[in-house]
């Protein structure tokens, strides 16, 4: 028997209810099961391609196509049902003692031989790196910080090593519009950076394959960048209407000159790994075929190494340059956040949204 109207109504008093956040994908099907279930068939103009938040409200609730009013109540309470009971279950597993675990399993953190690894995790996706996985990069870099590992590694899982910034961060508009989504995503940033700036122990890249936008440019705070044959390093800001972060307007062409620089950062220059090592910007290129094997027996090595000269050597290298480093990170993220208002900037991401544009 279909669901009634009597438990569609209790199914929407629950989702108020819940105790934690479904997310928002989950949301979106929500939304579009109710208006099925109360108005039926998407009736609507299609929003702008500009208005990002009620075009994907819309294609969500046009993809439910035909469907019945009755299924569609059905679909809801269903799936209010599985939410509800979800929240109540104690989580599967308890994280560990020692190591608060990240928000969602888009970052896992592990630590093992003297090594804490920071891998994205979202292979499907390219490792885009989601607002909340800033935030849980963050406090792994924190918590790295004062483990006992004598090494802290950034690496990516799948064939990706990072696509940079997941375009659709710039979807999410909060109550305050487009203003207030560049000044908290601009300050996001600031300390995202800030916390590659302070890391106090040998930092390394395992660059797993191509790298895109955010994830090249804080490459120049790392102290150990190693990647495999397969990996590009792509920053296409000017494609994007934005401008460099991560310090790479002053890393870069500190690491392989300013005119090598500028072809990176202003006009998009995609480097091979060979090229990235030439230039600086890239320690060794390992062939993909034993690259995991040569890179980790290597770190496993270094991390035997005394761990307070490790440290105290990074200190005498990266100190003098701190302060300016701070102080770039502070300029450019300023300027992102007047970039992403923007119409250069909308119009590539909506172009990249729209499917008219992949770089
Ligand atoms: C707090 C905010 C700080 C912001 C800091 C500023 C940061 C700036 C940057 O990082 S700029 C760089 C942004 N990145 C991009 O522009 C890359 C966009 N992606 C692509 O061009 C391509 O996806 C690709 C070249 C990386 C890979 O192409 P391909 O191999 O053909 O794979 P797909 O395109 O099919 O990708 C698979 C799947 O992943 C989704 N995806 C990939 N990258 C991103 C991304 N950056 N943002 C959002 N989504 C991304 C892609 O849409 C596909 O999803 P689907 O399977 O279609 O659902």
């Given at each position: 028997?279909l669901?009634?109207?009597?438990?569609?109504?209790?199914?929407v008093?629950?989702?108020?209810?819940?105790?934690?956040?479904?997310?928002?994908?989950?949301?979106?099907?929500?939304?579009?099961?109710?208006?099925?279930?109360?108005?039926?068939?998407?009736?609507?103009?299609?929003?702008?391609?500009?208005?990002?938040?009620?075009?994907?409200?819309?294609?969500?609730?046009?993809?439910?196509?035909?469907?019945?009013?009755?299924?569609?109540?059905?679909?809801?309470?269903?799936?209010?049902?599985?939410?509800?009971?979800?929240?109540?279950?104690?989580?599967p597993?308890?994280?560990?003692?020692?190591?608060?675990?990240?928000?969602?399993?888009s970052?896992?953190?592990?630590s093992e031989?003297?090594?804490?690894?920071?891998?994205?995790?979202?292979?499907?996706?390219?490792?885009?790196?989601?607002?909340q996985?800033?935030?849980?990069?963050?406090?792994?870099?924190?918590?790295?910080?004062?483990?006992?590992?004598?090494?802290?590694?950034?690496?990516?899982?799948?064939?990706?090593?990072?696509?940079?910034?997941?375009?659709?961060?710039?979807?999410?508009?909060?109550?305050?519009?487009?203003?207030?989504?560049?000044?908290?995503a601009?300050?996001?940033l600031?300390?995202?950076v800030?916390?590659?700036?302070?890391?106090?122990?040998?930092?390394?890249?395992?660059?797993?394959?191509?790298?895109?936008?955010?994830?090249?440019?804080?490459?120049?705070?790392?102290?150990?960048?190693?990647?495999?044959?397969?990996?590009?390093?792509?920053?296409?800001?000017?494609?994007?209407?934005?401008?460099?972060?991560?310090?790479?307007?002053?890393t870069?062409?500190?690491?392989?000159g300013?005119?090598?620089?500028?072809?990176m950062?202003?006009?998009?220059?995609?480097?091979?790994?060979?090229?990235?090592?030439?230039?600086?910007?890239?320690?060794?290129?390992?062939?993909?075929?034993?690259f995991?094997?040569?890179?980790?027996?290597?770190?496993?090595?270094?991390?035997?190494?005394?761990?307070?000269?490790?440290?105290?050597?990074?200190?005498i290298?990266?100190?003098?340059?701190?302060?300016?480093?701070?102080?770039?990170?502070?300029?450019?993220?300023s300027?992102?956040r007047e970039?992403?208002?923007?119409?250069?900037?909308?119009?590539?991401?909506?172009s990249?949204?729209?499917?008219?544009?992949?770089?």
């Amino acid at each position: 028997m279909l669901a009634s109207q009597k438990d569609f109504n209790n199914a929407v008093s629950q989702v108020k209810l819940l105790k934690e956040d479904p997310g928002n994908e989950v949301k979106l099907k929500l939304y579009a099961l109710y208006k099925q279930a109360t108005e039926g068939p998407c009736n609507v103009p299609k929003p702008g391609m500009l208005d990002f938040i009620n075009k994907t409200k819309w294609d969500a609730w046009n993809a439910l196509g035909s469907l019945s009013k009755e299924a569609a109540r059905q679909n809801y309470v269903d799936l209010v049902s599985r939410l509800s009971a979800s929240s109540e279950s104690p989580s599967p597993e308890a994280p560990a003692a020692d190591r608060k675990q990240p928000e969602s399993d888009s970052l896992v953190v592990t630590s093992e031989d003297g090594i804490t690894t920071i891998r994205l995790n979202r292979p499907a996706k390219k490792n885009a790196l989601t607002t909340q996985m800033y935030h849980d990069i963050i406090a792994a870099l924190q918590a790295a910080s004062k483990d006992e590992s004598a090494i802290t590694v950034l690496t990516g899982s799948g064939d990706y090593y990072c696509s940079g910034n997941d375009l659709t961060n710039f979807t999410h508009l909060p109550a305050g519009g487009l203003e207030e989504m560049a000044r908290s995503a601009a300050a996001l940033l600031r300390d995202f950076v800030n916390c590659f700036i302070d890391f106090p122990k040998p930092l390394v890249a395992v660059v797993n394959g191509p790298a895109v936008g955010i994830s090249v440019t804080i490459l120049g705070l790392f102290d150990v960048v190693y990647a495999t044959d397969r990996a590009s390093f792509h920053t296409p800001f000017s494609h994007l209407g934005q401008s460099p972060e991560g310090c790479s307007s002053y890393t870069f062409p500190k690491i392989m000159g300013s005119s090598k620089a500028a072809e990176m950062l202003l006009f998009g220059k995609k480097l091979t790994a060979q090229e990235a090592c030439a230039q600086g910007l890239v320690t060794e290129v390992f062939p993909d075929g034993t690259f995991q094997k040569e890179v980790w027996a290597r770190l496993k090595a270094y991390s035997k190494l005394p761990p307070n000269a490790m440290r105290i050597s990074k200190q005498i290298i990266r100190n003098r340059e701190k302060e300016k480093l701070h102080a770039v990170n502070a300029e450019e993220s300023s300027v992102l956040r007047e970039r992403w208002q923007s119409d250069e900037c909308m119009n590539a991401i909506a172009s990249f949204l729209s499917r008219k544009a992949k770089l």
